[in-house]
């Protein structure tokens, strides 16, 4: 095995993609090799990328150890093969800084749903990055179950212009539109995809809102600092 993943690694992009690949495609020969130690911190890493029982026993001892990555890592895979039974551990995880924005992305993804929304809602009011993922995966909780475990408290932050910024001079061209005024947004969902000849941008919105005001359409030629959406946004804090 360890010579096909020399070869195989050969052919991809980043490292650990060729463990993923034969992870997927091979899973009995993967987990034989997940017994050696010598494999343990390329094993860690893939078992986020896939979806087998075999791997809860791995994260379960990940999610204990010592090492912040390991924890963080045995979090992103309880998220794939996690159950209603991991929602204790999870939990438990909220209060560890070093691991708590995987802790808050995890729950949501659990089997018992209505368990874990009080626990996220206790996080809505931390830091802004802690309270944003708090908020989106409670937003995925809820229509997991069909609606909001309680009403919800927000404040409003008020309109977020999102501008063209040029890289290297080069205007952008929209290549799509998703949003149009008048329209309710989730934190982190799409809105608009711009293109030049070095990069693609993505326009996510940061925090929930109504978009209310949109400045382009597709094929639109966009130039530096243009206004191109306009999101009224708000923060759940309850």
């Known amino acids: 095995m360890e010579e096909i993943m020399r070869r195989d690694r050969d052919g991809y992009r980043r490292p650990g993609e060729a463990q993923i690949h034969l992870a997927r495609a091979f899973p009995d020969a993967f987990f034989d090799e997940a ?12 078992l986020e990328y896939i979806k087998d029982p075999r791997a809860l ?23 794939e093969n ?7 551990a999870v939990a438990a995880c909220l209060a560890d800084p070093e691991a708590r924005s995987e802790a808050v992305n995890t729950p949501a993804r ?3 749903a209505r368990a874990v929304g009080p626990l996220l809602r206790e996080h809505l009011a931390d830091d802004s990055s802690i309270a944003r993922r708090a908020g989106v995966a409670l937003d995925q909780v809820e229509q997991r ?6 009403p919800p408290v927000w404040r409003e ?9 040029a890289v290297m001079g080069v205007p952008w061209c929209v290549t799509e539109v998703l949003v149009e005024p008048g329209q309710t947004v989730r934190g982190g969902e799409l809105m608009a995809i711009l293109e030049n000849d070095a990069i693609c941008r993505e326009l996510i919105a940061d925090w929930p809102g109504t978009v ?4 382009i359409a597709v094929n639109d030629e966009v130039l530096e600092e243009a206004v191109v959406l306009v999101v009224q946004s708000r923060r759940r804090i309850g």
Do not use: N
Not at 58 to 74: I, T
Not at 145 to 150: M, Y
Not at 157 to 165: D, I, S
Not at 212 to 215: A, D, F, G, K, N
């Open 35 to 46: 017994k050696d130690p010598m494999h343990e911190g390329a094993i860690t890493e893939t």
């Open 57 to 79: 026993p791995f994260l379960e001892r990940h999610l204990r150890s010592p090492g912040p990555e390991y924890r963080r890592r045995a979090l992103r895979g309880l998220a």
């Open 82 to 88: 996690g159950t209603a039974d991991h929602t204790e």
């Open 110 to 112: 659990l089997g018992d």
């Open 145 to 150: 179950i069909g609606g909001p475990l309680a």
């Open 157 to 165: 932050l008020g309109p977020v212009v999102f501008t063209a910024q």
């Open 212 to 215: 209310t005001e949109v400045h």
